[in-house]
C-alpha cells in the first residue's frame, strides 16, 4: 500500500560534520520524486535517512521527523530494521547475492522474516519478478545463480527482491548510473510501472531522466566547500525544467555550472 511522506526540518551529521541541513518537503502516495544536484551536495545522504540507511555508518545521525502517513519512523521504540522492510531501497550497482539463485534471491527478506512454505515463497518469487518485468527472461533458469544475469537484469532483480516484502515507498539511488542505454530505458519503463502501487524517491545525476520519470523535483546544492547541503527548491517537474523559481536551480539544469 503506498504511503506519504513528509521531510520535517531533516538535519544530518556525520559525527561533528553538518552533512544536510533544514530539509523540508513532502512526497504524494503514488508518485515519483527525483531528487538532482551536484556531487556531493547530499542527496543520497537525504534519500538514505528516508529508510535509516544512514544509520549503519559510524557516527552518523539526523534530526527532525521523518514522517510516514504521519508515523515518526524516528519515533522511540521503532526498529530500524522494520522501517527498512516498509521502506525499501535498490542501489546504484546491482547487488544481487551472486552465488544465491535468481529464486532465492528475491525471496532472501521473506525468508529473514521467517517464511518457509515453498509454495507461497514461489508465488512471492514469480509475482515480484513478474512486477520487475524480469519473470519471462528468468523464468526457466531460477535455480541459476543471480550473479549470472546481464547488469540490467541484475538490477531489475534487486527491484524485485525489494518488492517482494510489499514495501510502502521505494527509495533509488541512481539505479541507472551503472547500466546502458537500453537497460535504462527498461527500469525507467518499470518505474512507471511501479508507481501505479508504490511511492517512489528517486536520485539521480542524470537531468533527462528526472525529466522523464518524476512527477515532481527537487533540486539540492551546496553553499560552498565543507558548507552543509540544503534543498534549493522542490516543484512539479514540468515546471522545475521550464520555469524554476531560483537562478541557481536555473545555472544547474542549463548546464552553466555543476
Excluded at 521527523?65 to 550497482?93: C, H, N
Excluded at 548510473?177 to 502501487?197: Q, R, V
Excluded at 566547500?225 to 542549463?254: A, H, R, W
Aim: aromatic share 6%; proline share 5%.
Amino acid at each position: 500500500m503506498a504511503k506519504r511522506l513528509d521531510i520535517k526540518d531533516l538535519n544530518i551529521y556525520y559525527g561533528a560534520f553538518h552533512a544536510v541541513k533544514d530539509v523540508s518537503l513532502e512526497v504524494s502516495p503514488r508518485s515519483i520524486t527525483a531528487f538532482i544536484g551536484p556531487s556531493g551536495c547530499g542527496k543520497s545522504t537525504v534519500l538514505r535517512t528516508l529508510n535509516r540507511m544512514h544509520e549503519v555508518t559510524p557516527g552518523a545521525y539526523a534530526q527532525g521527523k521523518v514522517l510516514l502517513d504521519g508515523e515518526d519512523i524516528y519515533a522511540k521504540g521503532i526498529d530500524p530494521v522494520s522501517v527498512r522492510s516498509t521502506i525499501g531501497m535498490v542501489f546504484q550497482r546491482p547487488n544481487p547475492f551472486p552465488t544465491m539463485s535468481i529464486r532465492d534471491n528475491v525471496v532472501a527478506g521473506l525468508k529473514l522474516q521467517g517464511m518457509r512454505n515453498k509454495a507461497q515463497l514461489d508465488d512471492v518469487a514469480e509475482r515480484s519478478l513478474k512486477g520487475a518485468n524480469l519473470w519471462e527472461e528468468v523464468k526457466d533458469r531460477l535455480d541459476k545463480p543471480g550473479g549470472g544475469l546481464s547488469g540490467g537484469q541484475q538490477q531489475r532483480l534487486c527491484i524485485a527482491r525489494a518488492i517482494a516484502v510489499s514495501p510502502d515507498v521505494l527509495l533509488m539511488d541512481e539505479p541507472c548510473s551503472a547500466l546502458d542505454p537500453i537497460s535504462t530505458l527498461a527500469i525507467e519503463d518499470l518505474m512507471g510501472e511501479l508507481k501505479k502501487e508504490y511511492t517512489i524517491v528517486i536520485v539521480t545525476h542524470n537531468m533527462q531522466q528526472a525529466a522523464r520519470v518524476s512527477d515532481q523535483t527537487a533540486f539540492f546544492n551546496l553553499e560552498g566547500v565543507g558548507q552543509p547541503g540544503q534543498l534549493v527548491e522542490i516543484n512539479d517537474t514540468e515546471t522545475m525544467f521550464s520555469n524554476p523559481l531560483k537562478q541557481e536551480t536555473e545555472d544547474y539544469i542549463s548546464g552553466r555550472f555543476g
